[in-house]
């Protein structure tokens, strides 16, 4: 099972309104990553978390603030966003952070579609 | 700053025809991967490559690592109209400060007409 489950699937927001994604693994991957993504673009890394601690923070906006509860869950608290925040934003899970490789691989989410409005 | 260039940026073919995807860098890679995303879906991950030279198949899907890791192809043959979609190369660099992060190209947009 390589599955990154990831809710809601959409979200609807106002630039005043604060809200979650949510994301779950259960393959004992302890790293996890935070993507966004604009229609046909690659994804961008937004922040990393090995071990439940963050690793990596690629200087975002403090409007989003991510949170590991547990090896199994993260969270992308949302507050503030502009209509340019709109986007897919995808959760990923690998094994461990770092060298990536065939035993080391990144597996994906379905992701969640924001809409600032 | 690694950097990836995939192309072509679009393609579109009829199907059974055949077409190769490249990925080019200036940078060794320790390891790439290519990833295959339909609209409204994440990316689904095809294959890892590792070592230089390395061919790898995955039914009419055939990946090649460059000898000096630095660049990579997908060739797809007798193209069906279940491989249309992004197709993203992702490049891994086990040295200083990229150690976590993956470099992805551009992505190629590929579209297979019935």
């Known amino acids: 099972d390589t599955e990154v489950t990831q809710t809601p699937k959409h979200l609807v927001m106002g630039m005043t309104n604060k809200k979650s994604l949510k994301c779950e693994q259960h393959m004992g991957h302890r790293a996890m990553y935070w993507y966004k993504q604009k229609a046909k673009k690659p994804p961008e890394l937004m922040f990393v978390?090995?071990?439940?601690?963050?690793?990596i923070n690629e200087s975002v906006p403090s409007r989003f603030s991510p949170e590991c509860p547990n090896s199994s869950l993260l969270n992308l608290h949302l507050h503030a966003l502009q209509p340019e925040d709109s986007a897919l934003y995808l959760c990923a899970s690998s094994p461990g952070q770092g060298y990536f490789s065939s035993g080391n691989t990144i597996y994906f989410g379905e992701g969640s579609w924001l809409t600032v409005v | 700053t690694q950097l990836l260039e995939q192309s072509p940026q679009f393609l579109s073919i009829q199907e059974g025809e055949n077409l190769t995807v490249y990925c080019n860098s200036s940078?060794?890679?320790?390891?790439l991967q290519w990833y295959r995303q339909e609209p409204g879906e994440g990316p689904v991950l095809l294959v890892t490559?590792?070592?230089?030279?390395e061919v790898k198949k995955l039914k009419r899907l055939t990946f090649q690592f460059g000898d000096a890791r630095k660049d990579s192809s997908l060739h797809i043959t007798a193209a069906q109209t279940g491989d249309t979609g992004l197709y993203l190369c992702?490049?891994?660099?086990?040295?200083?400060?990229?150690?976590?992060?993956?470099?992805f190209g551009q992505g190629t947009i590929l579209t297979v007409h019935p």
């Open positions: 992702a490049g891994y660099n086990a040295g200083g400060t990229s150690y976590g992060k993956l470099t």
């Open positions: 940078s060794v890679f320790s390891s």
């Open positions: 978390y090995s071990y439940e601690k963050l690793s």
């Open positions: 490559v590792v070592t230089g030279g």
